[in-house]
């Protein structure tokens, strides 16, 4: 029953309920909101390539060797690093394939991320804040006076 209805939520475009599960339970709020760190410490490659990335669990371990190191949760963070495997983390934005889009010049332009993907940092669970679609994409391009040429976006 639970699963019929997600599947009518989704088709009637009810993305902003999926919170999917993830393997571990990591907080923007904790994180980018609580202690500040800035976006782009976690999601570098947003500044100059097409994906933001998703950080390494080296780079958790960076802090989590002196952070909050007796929480159950932290203790399958290092599991993970001493095993030197990935966190496998679930996708929550996605486009689909016929769609091209670069984080870089969205950054150096000075769009902020919260303009596409909400108030993450205020999200104990990451979530599609709205969906972005064709129209939300081509209205702001149109507002600042951005390509709309179908190119731009499907090549
Ligand atoms: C102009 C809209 C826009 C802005 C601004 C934007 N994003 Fe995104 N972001 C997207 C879209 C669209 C996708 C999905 C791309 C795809 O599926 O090909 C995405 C995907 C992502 C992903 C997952 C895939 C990946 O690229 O690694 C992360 C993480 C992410 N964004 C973080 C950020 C961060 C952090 C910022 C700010 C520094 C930011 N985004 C700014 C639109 C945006
Ligand atoms: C720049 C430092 C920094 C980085 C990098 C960082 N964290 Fe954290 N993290 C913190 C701080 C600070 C807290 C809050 C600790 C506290 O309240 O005692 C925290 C809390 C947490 C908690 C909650 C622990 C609990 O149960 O109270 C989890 C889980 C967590 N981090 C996972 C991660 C993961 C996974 C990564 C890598 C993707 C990561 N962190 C990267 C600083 C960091
Ligand atoms: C401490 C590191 C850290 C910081 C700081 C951080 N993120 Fe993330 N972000 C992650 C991790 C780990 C994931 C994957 C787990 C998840 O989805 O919750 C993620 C996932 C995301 C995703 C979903 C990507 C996907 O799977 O499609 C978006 C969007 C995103 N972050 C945006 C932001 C924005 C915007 C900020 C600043 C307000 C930010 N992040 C700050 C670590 C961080
Ligand atoms: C909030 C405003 C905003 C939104 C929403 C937005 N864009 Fe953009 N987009 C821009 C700006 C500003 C630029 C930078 C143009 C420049 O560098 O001159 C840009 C540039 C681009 C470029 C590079 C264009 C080029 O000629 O190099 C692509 C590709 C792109 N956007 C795709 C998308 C897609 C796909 C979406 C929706 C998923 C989207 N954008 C949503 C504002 C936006
Ligand atoms: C600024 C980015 C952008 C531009 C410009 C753009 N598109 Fe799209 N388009 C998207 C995104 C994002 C999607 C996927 C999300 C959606 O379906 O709304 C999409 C989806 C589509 C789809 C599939 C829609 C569906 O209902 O299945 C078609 C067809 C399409 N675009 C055609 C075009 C044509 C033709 C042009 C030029 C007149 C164009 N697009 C220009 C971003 C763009």
């Known amino acids: 029953m639970r699963s019929i209805l997600l599947a009518l939520l989704a088709v009637a475009g009810v993305a902003a309920a999926i919170e999917p599960g993830q393997p571990i339970n990591f907080s923007h709020k904790i994180h980018a909101g609580d202690n500040k760190i800035q976006c782009l410490f976690c999601h570098s490659g947003a500044r100059r390539s097409t994906v933001s990335g998703i950080p390494s669990v080296q ?47 969205h950054i150096s332009r000075g769009v902020r991320c919260q303009e596409c993907h909400g108030p993450v940092e205020t999200m104990t669970q990451t979530r599609l804040d709205h969906t972005l679609s064709m129209n939300v994409c081509v209205a702001c391009h149109r507002q600042r006076g951005v390509s709309v040429d179908c190119y731009t976006c499907h090549r």
Request: glycine share 2%; aromatic share 12%; hydrophobic share 40%.
């Open 59 to 105: 780079l958790c371990m960076g802090c989590h060797r002196m952070a909050a190191v007796n929480k159950p949760e932290i203790a399958r963070v290092r599991a993970y690093f001493e095993k030197k495997q990935p966190i496998p983390w679930t996708r929550v934005v996605k486009e689909p394939d016929y769609v091209f889009f670069n984080h870089s010049p």
